[in-house]
Structure formats: C-alpha cells, structure tokens
C-alpha cells in the first residue's frame, strides 16, 4: 500500500474514531474520571547507537534514523517508540479485557472484550520480535508511559474493577473507545513519520482493526 494512500486511510479511522468517542462518552453523564484525554507522545529524536559487528569486527556508530535491520530494512527513532510503547499499550488494553466476563451484564460487550483480549496478545508477539531482530530493549526508561494516548490512569482502572452490570459495561465502552482511539492516533504517528514499511503495514492494520471495534463499542451498547 502506497503511503498517501495508507495515511488517508488512517486519517479516515481517525476522525470516525473521534466521533465515535464522543457519542459513547456522552453517555458517562458528568463523571469525567475515565478515559480523560491525555496529551499525544511524542517520538523520541533521532540518537547516537552502537551496532556490534561480527565476530573479530568492530562495533560501528550509527545515527539511529539510517539504522539498518539484519534484513535490510531502514528503521528509525519513531519506529522504536511506537514498537516500545504500543507493547505496554495493548498490555493495558488486555488487562482491561480480563475483567469482562465475570463484571459485564451486555453479552455483546464481553464478547467484543474476548476478542479484544485474544487479538492483542499476537500483536505483541510481533512487536517483540521486532525489537528483537533488531538488538533492542523492549523498554526504555525515558518513556512515560501513563502520558500515552488513551492511556487509562490507575484511579480509572480500579474504578472499573470496582464496577460491574451496567455501570461497567459503560465505563468499559467508554475507557475502551478512548485507549483504542489512542492507539489510532499512535498509528497515524508512525505511519507518518516512520521507517520501516513492514511496520507502517502492521500499524495501518492495527488501526484499522481497532477503527472497527470502536464502532462495535458504540453498537452494542446503544440499546
């Protein structure tokens, strides 16, 4: 997929998205604990890496936007963050997920949130590897995380542990739409700016993927 095309299609998911997350918030009434907006992250700037050589070689320095992977590919600064930090993004989409079947009233609901939490882990799966085939930590201690788009603070995931029939299935739809709808705007990030074209794919994918479960949110629980 071309990359006009592929980040006109994101912009697409994005602005549904938005929309989508205002109908379902509208709902939460005046509670305005869960699924506050929090800012967007931004990629940390290109940097100095070190990347050993072969056995009796080396080590060569390296500016980490012309870093090559064993396969040839280019990645860069914003392909790592957006690796990084989507790893413990999709951890805390899981969690949420968990706590569906035994708190949701809606059937509907807990099966959106099977699937949420059966998806994500193969996600994962492939941006470890990634990292992996790469050299390169699966954390970095400069990230904030809790500053990441649609990421839930801890007061809003324990509240939505403390609730359970109706009231979980709306703070659910609502704390889901806004941590997928960031997940959508970390997508559009790297797809703009990023290196790798495998990973720009996967990231359309994913965005329009979550684009899609936004929308199942605000079906099932429109009744």
Not at 12 to 22: F, I, Y
Request: hydrophobic share 45%; no cysteine.
């Amino acid at each position: 997929m071309g990359r006009v095309r592929t980040s006109t299609l994101v912009a697409a998911v994005v602005v549904l998205a938005g929309a989508v997350t205002l109908a379902v918030a509208a709902r939460m009434g005046s509670d305005g604990s869960a699924a506050a907006p929090r800012p967007s992250v931004s990629a940390a700037p290109p940097h100095r890496v070190v990347l050993p050589g072969a056995p009796g070689d080396e080590a060569v320095v390296s500016d980490s936007d012309s870093v090559k992977a064993p396969d040839g590919s280019t990645y860069n600064a914003i392909d790592t963050t957006f690796v990084q930090m989507m790893i413990v993004h999709h951890q805390q989409a899981i969690e949420m997920a968990k706590l569906a079947p035994e708190r949701a009233a809606n059937q509907r609901l807990g099966g959106l949130a099977d699937r949420i939490g059966d998806a994500q882990p193969f996600e994962i799966n492939f941006l470890r590897t990634w990292l992996k085939e790469r050299n390169l930590p699966e954390t970095d201690p400069k990230h904030d995380h809790g500053s990441m788009p649609g990421m839930q603070s801890d007061a809003d995931m324990a509240a939505l542990a403390a609730s359970t029939g109706a009231a979980f299935d709306t703070r659910f739809a609502t704390m889901m739409t806004d941590h997928h709808r960031g997940a959508l705007s970390m997508a559009a990030d790297v797809i703009k700016g990023g290196s790798d074209e495998k990973l720009r794919e996967v990231a359309n994918e994913m965005a329009v993927e979550q684009g899609s479960e936004i929308r199942r949110l605000a079906q099932v629980t429109a009744g």
